[in-house]
C-alpha cells in the first residue's frame, strides 16, 4: 500500500453532495424550492483542499464556533489515468484503488451549496491508505461502519447511491477531465453522526481499511 500523501502534487481531492438516495430523500420538499425548484440532474461537487487532508492517527480540531462535526464516511476513488469521457464499460480501468475518507463538516443546512467554512477547515478530511482496484471486487457493495469511542453509530454501505461509482465517473468526466492521483468521493450517506471534542471517530469499509481520529478542541492546541 502506499499512503495518500504519495499523492502526485496538484492533485485534488472532490466530495460529491446528494449522491445517496436516501439523504436526498430526507430532504422531501426542500429540494424543490427555489432557486432550483427540482432535484440535481447532474452530480454536485465541492473540493477538500490540501488543508483538509489528515492522516489516520491525526488529531482533528474542533472549531471553537462548532460544538459538534457531521462525520461523513465514505469511500474515496483514486483516479490512476486521466479520464475525460468515459464510458460506464471503461470507467472503472481509470480507476487505481480506493482510500477510505472522513469527510467531516461543520453540521449547516445549504444542502446545494455549503460553504467552505463548514467542508473545508484544517483537517477536515482524514484519508487512508490506498488499496488498489484489484483488491475490491464490487465498490458498490462495501460495508461502512462510524464508531464514536468503540460503539458503532452508523452501518451503512458504498451501494443505494444516485450514481454508481462507474456511473458517478461517467457523469462526471462528461464535464471535466480528472487526472492520475485525483480523488473522487462517492457522497456520504444519510445519518452521518455527529460528535465532540474529546471522542474517538472510527471509519471503517470492508476490505478498504480503517482510519481512527481523536477530536479535540480548539481551545486546547
Avoid at 42 to 51: D, Q, S, V
Avoid at 91 to 118: E, K, Q, T
Wanted: aromatic share 6%.
Amino acid at each position: 500500500m502506499s499512503n495518500i500523501f504519495q499523492m502526485p502534487h496538484g492533485s485534488t481531492v472532490y466530495g460529491t453532495l446528494l449522491n445517496h438516495r436516501e439523504a436526498l430523500a430526507a430532504l422531501g420538499d426542500q429540494v424543490n424550492v427555489a432557486p432550483y425548484k427540482a432535484p440535481p440532474k447532474a452530480p454536485i461537487l465541492y473540493i477538500k483542499p490540501r488543508n483538509t487532508w489528515a492522516q489516520s492517527g491525526d488529531a482533528v480540531v474542533v472549531p471553537s464556533d462548532a460544538p459538534e462535526l457531521q462525520m461523513g464516511a465514505t469511500l474515496g476513488l483514486v483516479i490512476g489515468r486521466v479520464a475525460s469521457k468515459v464510458s460506464v464499460a471503461d470507467a472503472l480501468n481509470h480507476v487505481a484503488g480506493y482510500v477510505v475518507l472522513n469527510d467531516i463538516s461543520v453540521p449547516h443546512d445549504s444542502f446545494y451549496r455549503p460553504s467552505m467554512r463548514f467542508k473545508c477547515r484544517d483537517g477536515f478530511c482524514p484519508m487512508g491508505a490506498y488499496v488498489p482496484r484489484a483488491a475490491v471486487v464490487n465498490p458498490d457493495a462495501l460495508t461502512m461502519t462510524v464508531a464514536i469511542d468503540g460503539v458503532v453509530v452508523q452501518h451503512t454501505d458504498t451501494g443505494g447511491r444516485i450514481r454508481s461509482v462507474a456511473q458517478l465517473l461517467v457523469d462526471v468526466t462528461e464535464f471535466m477531465t480528472l487526472h492520475p492521483g485525483d480523488i473522487l468521493s462517492i457522497g456520504i450517506s444519510a445519518n452521518a453522526p455527529l460528535a465532540h471534542a474529546g471522542q474517538r471517530v472510527t471509519v471503517s469499509i470492508a476490505g478498504v481499511g480503517q482510519i481512527e481520529n481523536t477530536l479535540v478542541a480548539e481551545e486546547l492546541v
